[in-house]
């Protein structure tokens, strides 16, 4: 009972029929107790009678004493834990101890629209002791998808969990392990990933990739690297089917995300599409910041690089040798000008030029996303090589990686390209080597991923000390793929 309800109840008005009948009790028992103590004192048993009746009322009130501390003083029965109780006031099955450990899910399923419905998976997860973090609404024309983020008992199975829900009423359940990062919530999320896109034009398929999960995201140019239409482009307001969304690219082109496990929601077609008009209203941009590279011939500067450099790197063409273009482009010499376009776009990556003080582009490092993985391709050019350029560019480009969340990158090049083999060696990673047919593959497993952005370190200057590779890597595709997650 709580204070209010007994401090309302010590205020009732007492009824005179109660006074009456206490005072009628009260007679009662002073009649009684005179014909008692009469009958005692004027009895010829009086004093023995007197007697037995207070050993009686000592063995009485002795006994009471007994008992009252046998059974009076059991120790108090503990509540069950809050959060936790069963519809019937009793623990959970299955319920986890406290302090037992637990495991982070997300979870989807969608639910009738109909009052009660929420309520009735929110009631199951109660009964299991699954906590619910998050919740997010996203409604459909003939129902709602609910997405939760839970902390469940680790001992309690995804797929027990899948199946009472489904009992509840929910259907097209999707669950998976979540971390530390979904703690985040959906508002402040979004506004992570508006401002990074708002930074970075470089940034906008990542933060799509961030918001939608584990996903594909496939760019398509409007024009292929040897000029030709490369399809039909999406409509103004974009496209909407199931597991596909595509969007018009501000650049041109079309972007299509795909996510095949899980369908996508209006909701999530409008967020996507947000952030591809602010991309659009906000134009081409690249971030200012540079790196200060320290030679002996002179000061070399490190920033990012967009297709307005097409001409400087077309010029850089030039000034290589023919053994500089086959390296890094696998392929006939004279076209290699024509992938200039798609690979300073940044819907396919991310590009760092190194230029000198004179403003002449001497070496170009490329970030290229290829689905699940990353492909890191550099050219320098011929006068600038074993210099550590390439060896610069490649650990920024590697950093670019980990900031992205890539799990790996890989360098093709030729077998007999020891320049390119000792610059991956240089990165302190584990490496992987694949060797078919004259080609090289080397891959760089990354020690860890951090999706927290880092701020780009401006003005600094390093002294190199490692020979750079001549050229690496083809990777030269009409469209790019973004990795999946």
């Not at 969990?161 to 703690?183: F, K, M, Q, Y």
């Not at 795909?258 to 996507?272: C, D, I, Q, S, V």
């Not at 200057?461 to 030269?476: A, R």
Request: net charge neutral; aromatic share 4%.
């Amino acid at each position: 009972m709580t204070d209010v309800t007994s401090s309302k109840s010590a205020r009732r008005p007492h009824h005179w029929r109660r006074d009456l009948v206490e005072l009628a009790a009260l007679f009662t028992a002073v009649a009684v107790a005179d014909a008692v103590a009469n009958m005692i004192v004027h009895g010829p048993d009086g004093p023995v009678l007197l007697v037995a009746s207070a050993i009686a009322l000592i063995s009485t009130a002795g006994f009471h004493t007994w008992w009252s501390r046998r059974h009076g003083h059991a120790p108090p029965v503990e509540d069950p834990p809050t959060g936790g109780a069963s519809a019937g006031g009793g623990p959970a099955d299955g319920a986890a101890d406290t302090g037992a450990a637990t495991a982070l899910w997300r979870m989807r399923a969608t639910v009738r629209d109909a009052p009660g419905s929420l309520a009735a998976l929110c009631t199951v997860l109660a009964r299991r002791r699954v906590d619910i973090l998050t919740l997010q609404t996203h409604p459909l024309a003939t129902g709602t998808v609910d997405e939760f983020l839970l902390r469940a008992p680790a001992a309690l199975p995804a797929r027990q969990l899948t199946r009472e829900i489904s009992l509840a009423g929910g259907s097209d359940i999707w669950i998976e392990r979540a971390d530390a990062h979904d703690l985040v919530d959906a508002p402040t999320r979004v506004l992570g990933l508006a401002a990074r896109t708002a930074l970075d034009a470089a940034e906008l398929p990542l933060a799509l990739r961030q918001l939608l999960g584990r996903c594909t995201i496939h760019s398509l140019p409007a024009v292929s690297p040897a000029g030709r239409p490369a399809g039909e482009s999406a409509p103004v307001e974009g496209v909407l089917e199931s597991t596909t969304m595509r969007l018009r690219d501000p650049s041109g082109g079309t972007i299509t995300v795909e996510r095949h496990h899980l369908p996508f929601t209006p909701t999530e077609f409008a967020r996507a599409r947000a952030l591809v008009e602010l991309d659009a209203r906000l134009g081409p941009r690249v971030p200012r910041g540079r790196d200060v590279l320290t030679l002996p011939e002179g000061r070399i500067t490190v920033r990012r690089a967009d297709r307005s450099d097409v001409d400087a790197a077309s010029a850089m063409h030039e000034r290589c040798s023919e053994r500089t273009l086959g390296l890094r482009y696998h392929g006939p010499v004279g076209d290699a000008d024509r992938y200039l376009d798609h690979l300073l776009s940044p819907r396919h990556g991310r590009t760092l030029k190194a230029q000198t003080a004179s403003g002449r582009l001497v070496a170009l490092g490329h970030l290229l996303w290829d689905g699940d993985e990353t492909e890191v391709a550099l050219i320098v050019e011929d006068a600038w090589q074993r210099r550590g350029i390439g060896s610069e560019l490649l650990g920024r480009l590697v950093a670019l990686a980990v900031e992205a969340g890539c799990a790996s990158v890989y360098a093709v090049t030729q077998a007999s390209n020891t320049g390119m083999v000792a610059a991956m060696r240089g990165l302190g990673l584990p490496l992987d080597y694949q060797i078919e047919g004259g080609t090289l593959v080397v891959t760089a497993r990354l020690r860890a991923t951090d999706e927290r952005r880092t701020p780009v370190t401006d003005g600094t200057e390093h002294e190199t000390s490692h020979g750079t590779p001549s050229g690496t890597s083809p990777g030269i595709r009409p469209g790019a793929t973004y990795g999946t997650r």
